[in-house]
Structures are given as C-alpha cells and as structure tokens.
C-alpha cells in the first residue's frame, strides 16, 4: 500500500510569485484535504476534494486554487505570494464512499514546507 | 463552529512513566469524530488513535488509549509505558459526522511532549 506523498519538499518563492503544490493520494483512497500549518500552529484545513470538485472550504482566499485529477492526485495553487503564506503545507487523503463505508480517518503526507521573501 | 482546545502548550515525562495529554472541544453536534495526531519533528502527521462519539468505550491502541467524556466535551490521550519515539507534538483534531459537508478537521494548537531518557 502506497502511503501520500508531496513533492517538492521545500520551496521558496518570492512575493507575488505562483506556486504549485502536488500530492499524491494513498491507494485506494478518493479524497483529498488539504491544511496549512504556520510554525507552531495547528493545521487549518484549506480545502477538499472529492470526486474531482471542491467539497467544503474553509477561512482562505480566492488565490488558493486546487484541482484533484481522475487518479485522486491533487494540487494546490497558490497566486500572489504573500510573506504570510509561508508555512508547511499538509496533504491528507482519506476514502468516502458514504457514511456506511467511509474511513473517516485521514492520512497525511510529509508537507511542503513553502518560504515567501 | 467546531473549536479544540489544547490547554498544555508542552508537557514531559520520564521514560516509562505515563502522562496525559489534554483536549476540550467545543460543538453543537451530537455525531463527530475525535482524533489524536502525532507529529514528530519529521513533520509527518500520523494518527495515533480514533474516537466515535456515538460509542461509550474508550478507544485504545496498544499504549495509547483515551478518556472520552463526551458531556464534560473532553478527550484526553494517555500514554503508558512512555518511550522515547513517543517525543513529538501531539494534536487533538474533530471532524464532524455529517455527510453532507467536507470531512475537514478542526485541530488544536497541539502539545509539545518531551520524554526525558
């Protein structure tokens, strides 16, 4: 079983770059989140996706984009850099298939830890 | 909305001994999830332990296990027989059992547990 991987492992972009994020869900899973974590803070969930759309998304701007491709892989773009959006960003994967069958467990990749100057 | 509470920003314990790690939540829900995550300074988050709210057992993993007081709105973590890979931060996570929102989790500012050898 292939667990979820994140690529690159770090980054840094300079204010008003673009950046793209990419993560690779665990076999057999559906559903990716995904969560920013400033130093010594707790995630915070982004967005996620099910099914290839947008299902539910928290306090972020419009410059936080996401696609999730017909093999449950995912990215998340981020336009406009701000010195603020440095932070590890979290993929986690999980598999919905309705609530008698959901995991509802989520795993997580080892992030990307993303640095704006 | 759901908020965690994680009112110990760094707890330690000896090798072998065991400590409790705290978490309140705050919900208007009758049906989540709680979580205990475990994140080591690789930064990779792993679930150490799953609790339904509708089951009235504790949940325990080998040396892991919680206490679950679901009126008081309290999940704490105990860990016995503490060893030194259990250093890490520890995050309190809930997620709510609705279906017909996104399975995003609401983390805690997390825990620092040292184990001192």
């Known amino acids: 079983e292939t667990g979820v991987t994140q690529s690159p492992t770090h980054l840094i972009k300079t204010r008003g770059q673009q950046v793209t994020l990419r993560c690779s869900s665990q076999?057999?899973?559906?559903?990716v989140s995904w969560y920013q974590q400033a130093l010594g803070q707790g995630p915070q969930f982004i967005f996620q996706?099910?099914?290839?759309?947008?299902?539910g998304r928290g306090n972020f701007p419009p410059r936080f984009s996401g696609l999730q491709f017909p093999n449950y892989s995912s990215e998340l773009n981020v336009n406009a850099l701000e010195l603020d959006d440095s932070a590890l960003y979290l993929c986690?994967?999980?598999?919905?298939?309705?609530?008698?069958?959901?995991?509802?467990?989520?795993?997580f990749g080892p992030g990307t830890r993303l640095t704006v100057t | 909305a759901q908020t965690v509470t994680q009112s110990q920003p760094e707890m330690s314990v000896q090798e072998a001994e065991t400590v409790t790690l705290s978490c309140t939540y705050d919900?208007?829900?009758?049906?989540?999830?709680l979580f205990w995550y475990k994140q080591p300074p690789s930064r990779q988050m792993i679930l150490v332990i799953r609790?339904?709210?509708?089951?009235?057992q504790n949940a325990t993993e080998n040396r892991f296990s919680v206490n679950f007081q679901k009126a008081a709105k309290s999940f704490s973590l105990k860990i016995s027989d503490s060893q030194l890979g259990d250093a890490a931060m520890y995050f309190c996570?809930?997620?709510?059992?609705?279906?017909?929102?996104?399975?995003?989790?609401?983390f805690g500012k997390g825990t620092k547990l040292t184990v001192n050898p």
């Open positions: 996570a809930y997620r709510s059992g609705w279906q017909g929102g996104s399975e995003k989790l609401v």
């Open positions: 076999s057999g899973h559906n559903t």
């Open positions: 986690a994967s999980s598999f919905n298939g309705g609530r008698a069958r959901s995991s509802y467990e989520q795993y």
């Open positions: 996706y099910y099914r290839e759309e947008e299902n």
């Open positions: 609790q339904e709210a509708y089951k009235q």
């Open positions: 919900t208007s829900e009758s049906d989540y999830y």
